[in-house]
Each structure stands twice: as structure tokens, then as C-alpha cells.
């Protein structure tokens, strides 16, 4: 019997060579998740740096580089990352949802709130922007509910109701990331 090589079509030749770049990618990618898991979230983002210069527009690695920035509480940076995330990929919901919590946490709610509309316009089923918009709205509530008291001290509903948007919101003060 005859072996005989096997021929790819070009096509084929290069669906073969995608996917193979694809499995790297994610084997790259699984071990900057791995590292971050791992609390070794310097190391991560180091990979993550020289992942990015091989692929630059990779909205998985950007994604990556955004959380461990946020993680690592260079917050500006993280922000930049997301937003251009969010230029370059507006179909995308997870870097709408991560830089509402950024924007949230630096007490700028209506900003926040905007960003996770968007994200829901992007993907209507993302619970986790869902339950964030709601922190959101909750906020946005507590602060009109405080400066309503400071106008009017003798009202008395509004402290009843001011202390309970505190209680719902205190266990977690602002959005979650996705991950």
C-alpha cells in the first residue's frame, strides 16, 4: 500500500492554520486566567502585555489586561482599556458592565448608569448588568432621598426610606465586574 501526503486545499490550509492560532490564543489565555486565579495577577498582567503586542486587537486579551488594571486598582487605565474596548467591539456587553462598576465606584452614577444601558442594549440577557443598573438606579435613589432630607429635616418618610436603600446596598457597594 501507497501512503501518499495529504493535500489541503489553500482554504482548508488556512482554516487548519486559524484554528491552531486560536487553541495558542486560548492556551495563552487560560494561562493569564490561571495566574490570575492564582493571586499572581503581576505575572498575569505582564503576559497579558506581551500577548497584546502579538495581537493587539484581541478583545479577549484586552478584556484580560482591563480586569487585571481594574484589579490592581489602576483604575484610569482600566477605564481606558474598556472604553476603547467599547469603541472598537460596541457589540460587546462585558466592557460596558466592567466600566460602569469603575465609573461607579468613583461615584459617578450617571455615567455608570449610561454605560450599563448600553450593555444592555448589547446583550439584553446579561443578568449581571442587569442587577448593576438596579445598584445603580438604588444609588441614584439614595443620593436624591439624602439631599430631599437636608432640604426638608422635618419630612418623615424620607428617613425610613433613605435607610432602607442604605440596608439593600450595603452588603455590596457597587457594580460587579464580569469576569
Known amino acids: 500500500m501507497t501512503r501518499t501526503a495529504l493535500h489541503l486545499p489553500p482554504l482548508c490550509a488556512a482554516v487548519a492554520l486559524a484554528v491552531a492560532a486560536a487553541v495558542v490564543r486560548a492556551d495563552e489565555l487560560g494561562e493569564i486566567q490561571r495566574l490570575h486565579a492564582a493571586g499572581q495577577d503581576a505575572a498575569a498582567l505582564q503576559r497579558t502585555e506581551r500577548a497584546l503586542g502579538a495581537k493587539p486587537k484581541d478583545p479577549q486579551l484586552r478584556f484580560m489586561q482591563g480586569v487585571l488594571l481594574a484589579d490592581a486598582r489602576r483604575n484610569a487605565e482600566a477605564v481606558a482599556v ?33 454605560a450599563l444601558e448600553q450593555a444592555l442594549r448589547a446583550n439584553p440577557g446579561l443578568v449581571t448588568a442587569q442587577e448593576n443598573l438596579g445598584d445603580i438606579y438604588a444609588m441614584l435613589a439614595s443620593r436624591a432621598y439624602a439631599r430631599a432630607a437636608q432640604m426638608d429635616p422635618h419630612n418623615t418618610t424620607l428617613p425610613s426610606k433613605l435607610a432602607t436603600i442604605r440596608q439593600m446596598l450595603a452588603p455590596k457597594s457597587t457594580p460587579t465586574a464580569a469576569r
Open 82 to 114: 474598556f472604553e476603547r474596548l467599547m469603541q472598537d467591539y460596541p457589540e460587546l456587553a462585558e466592557p460596558y458592565n466592567n466600566v460602569a462598576a469603575l465609573y461607579a465606584a468613583a461615584g459617578d452614577y450617571e455615567r455608570a448608569k449610561s
